[in-house]
């Protein structure tokens, strides 16, 4: 018997894999015939716990055609063992909090110092150049300057993809220096206080990049649906056994000037990633996308934007980990609105209203184009 269902359940791989790319092709014919339990030991092999948030995900990954699968650099002898890796710190020790939390207070300007400031072997050195060159591109032959003056360009999570491009790369991608330089790029744009302590983290910019709370440049969305009781009377034309579902989105693209782009739609990701690319590249208007401003403290996010008719306030909270990677997930909080944009609470009288949030997340969706 269980050998029937092993091949049951490689065939029902089968079907979802395509063998060019081993990515998921979602095909709603063919899922929705599958029983029950095989569809729910899918979903549950993945770390999903119902279906439809299985469904959903596969929905997500066709929408942008983007896979999350990267695999390193095969060739290990080229690595230097030595390398330093982060350290992650405990999120549960208060004092790990109150260091973070004094961080953002504080005002001197940058205190600490880069460990490991000693230059470590380089195992390339021992290398000829021409094959220095054949492993490691053409682009060794530039100095190192005009390097990370071109890379400065790039996102910042694309130094995890260019350190997978060949390990002799790392002394353009795995420094203290390069940290250094995403460290100012994120933490001195997202953060109220303009600083950075890098003592509170070991000395190391890279486990301070690890460790200390930020929001990803990119998308965030959240997907919220509820079943509406349908009113029954003399003009209602809905059939007897029908569902009335009420589906909207939220859309958070978070930018690392710290501005971020803000709409509330009933459109799926797939159709709002083109209006998102569109309002980027053009600088054109979008009637339900709205511009604002967003500040990171702590795991605290706050977020403000200006709609036409009042202004809107988030709270929400960085996640450390989940499904969707390191600082993936802000869970939603607080909504506020306001006309006047005055959300001091302890002002009387004020316009402040408050809204009932709900419990989904916002998930990062990975698309390279928004980053």
Request: proline content about 4%; some cysteine.
């Amino acid at each position: 018997m269980s050998n029937d269902n092993n091949s049951s359940a490689e065939k029902t791989e089968a079907i979802w894999t395509r063998d060019d790319d081993h990515d998921w092709d979602l095909t709603y014919n063919v899922w929705h015939m599958l029983p029950w339990m095989e569809r729910k030991a899918m979903a549950d092999n993945y770390g999903y716990k119902t279906i439809g948030e299985f469904e959903e995900y596969l929905s997500l990954r066709r929408a942008v055609g983007e896979t999350e699968e990267q695999k390193p650099y095969p060739n290990e002898e080229a690595y230097n063992n030595t390398i330093s890796q982060p350290q992650l710190l405990d999120k549960s020790n208060s004092k790990i909090i109150s260091a973070i939390d004094e961080e953002e207070d504080d005002n001197n300007n940058e205190s600490g110092s880069i460990a490991g400031e000693e230059e470590e072997a380089n195992p390339d050195d021992a290398l000829p150049v021409e094959e220095l060159l054949r492993l490691g591109g053409q682009i060794l032959k530039l100095p190192e300057e005009l390097v990370h003056g071109v890379f400065s360009w790039l996102p910042v999570d694309a130094y995890a993809t260019l350190a997978l491009v060949s390990p002799h790369w790392k002394h353009l991608t795995r420094t203290e220096a390069v940290y250094h330089m995403l460290c100012r790029r994120i933490y001195l744009n997202q953060a109220k206080r303009r600083t950075m302590n890098v003592s509170h983290f070991g000395g190391s910019y890279l486990n301070m990049l690890y460790n200390r709370p930020r929001v990803r440049t990119g998308l965030y969305v959240m997907k919220f649906s509820e079943v509406k009781k349908i009113q029954r009377d003399m003009w209602c034309e809905i059939p007897v056994g029908a569902i009335l579902e009420n589906v909207y989105y939220r859309y958070i693209l978070f930018l690392e000037n710290g501005t971020v782009l803000y709409a509330l739609v009933s459109a799926a990701p797939h159709e709002m990633v083109r209006r998102l690319l569109k309002i980027l590249r053009t600088g054109g208007p979008d009637r339900a996308v709205v511009h604002g401003n967003y500040i990171v403290k702590g795991t605290s996010v706050t977020v403000t934007a200006k709609q036409e008719w009042q202004h809107v306030k988030f709270n929400l909270t960085v996640q450390p980990n989940s499904h969707w990677g390191r600082f993936g997930a802000l869970s939603f909080d607080r909504h506020l609105s306001s006309k006047s944009g005055n959300f001091d609470e302890y002002v009387w009288p004020n316009d402040i209203t408050e809204y009932k949030v709900p419990h989904e997340v916002f998930r990062y969706l990975i698309d390279k184009r928004l980053n």
